[in-house]
């Protein structure tokens, strides 16, 4: 059957991330696929720049939000899920696994004993497989674990939106040495994705442009298995593996990862106000980083 989806991109170029508001142009149902909350570090300040051009199109173009879609926990940039949830509305979802990773949180950041690992701080937790709809597209939700143990890829009609595991072909993947990754995984998740018909239009979560090219989010299947230089047709396990374990040991950790997962792991809703008002975030010392 035809399709009359259209996906809009949104780049921050602050944290490299790619939003997506995915739309039924015939029912005017949308999603919003990892939608980013701007935060200044230095001061502790989020702003809604980005968060807001993404309001700005639903409005303009009429759009019904149903869902707001998490690929994962991201390490790299707060989510504005909850904001644009107070504004547009839609269920926030997230792969059902994300209970690990707010178990393993949890305990990392001793948060407050009242934040229950449970995924209750989402709408919707989505099993591996699980159909559902923007309007009159029929959607799926794959479970593409190794970067973190809850990933998810959203696949509709000839369109897949895989997060954080694939990148553009001349910039490989996603890392896997965060808690709960794993690279063997991590390959075994991207073949799922790469047996996608050939022609799928493939949007990936994350681009950092070498010098001499402009940012680029949007590939295909075919394009992935013939030319991605970690994981194309004919790159073994093995040797997956073996690269990806290399370089990530090379690999800081990202800048904001401290303060994105106290939020992301929430939903994109702050901490809960201490006496004076104020919400709070924590910095735990010594526990990231060094050779963990
Ligand atoms: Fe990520």
Same mark, same amino acid.
């Given at each position: 059957m035809a399709t009359s989806t259209t996906v809009q991109a949104f780049f921050d &170029?602050?944290?490299?991330t790619v939003s997506y508001v995915i739309a &039924?142009?015939?029912?005017r149902c949308a999603a919003i696929v990892d939608p980013v909350l701007d935060f200044d570090f230095k001061s502790g300040r989020t702003s809604t720049v980005q968060a807001d051009r993404l309001l700005a199109y639903v409005r303009e173009h009429g759009l019904t939000v149903q869902w707001i879609l998490e690929t994962h926990a991201h390490a790299d940039h707060l989510s504005s899920a909850r904001y644009l949830q107070e504004h547009v509305g839609g269920r926030i979802a997230i792969g059902e696994r994300i209970r690990e990773v707010q178990a393993t949180f949890k305990k990392l950041y001793n948060l407050e004993r009242n934040f229950l690992p449970d995924g209750a701080q989402f709408d919707h937790l989505f099993k591996d497989e699980e159909v559902f709809h923007i309007g009159d597209i029929e959607a799926r939700a794959l479970l593409v674990p190794? #970067?973190?143990?809850a990933d998810m890829a959203y696949v509709t009609d000839g369109t897949v939106?895989?997060? &954080?595991?694939?990148?553009m072909p001349d910039i490989g993947t996603a890392r896997a040495d965060f808690p709960g990754g794993d690279a063997h995984t991590l390959y075994a998740s991207m073949r799922r994705i790469l047996a996608l018909p050939p022609q799928t239009r493939m949007f990936v979560c994350h681009d950092y442009p070498p010098a001499g090219r402009a940012p680029a989010w949007e590939t295909t299947v075919a394009e992935q298995r013939a030319s991605?230089? #970690?994981?194309? &047709?004919?790159?073994t396990e093995a040797e997956f593996v073996s690269m990806r374990k290399a370089r990530d040991a090379t690999?800081?950790?990202?800048?904001l990862i401290l303060p994105s997962i106290q939020i992301n792991i929430r939903a994109g809703q702050l901490p809960p106000a201490e006496g004076d008002g104020v919400s709070y975030l924590k910095i735990p010392l010594n526990v990231l980083g060094g050779s963990a």
């Open positions: &170029d602050k944290t490299f &039924d142009s015939a029912s190794g #970067h973190t143990p939106f895989v997060g &954080d595991t694939l990148f991605n230089i #970690h994981v194309r &047709d004919g790159i690999l800081d950790v990202p800048a």
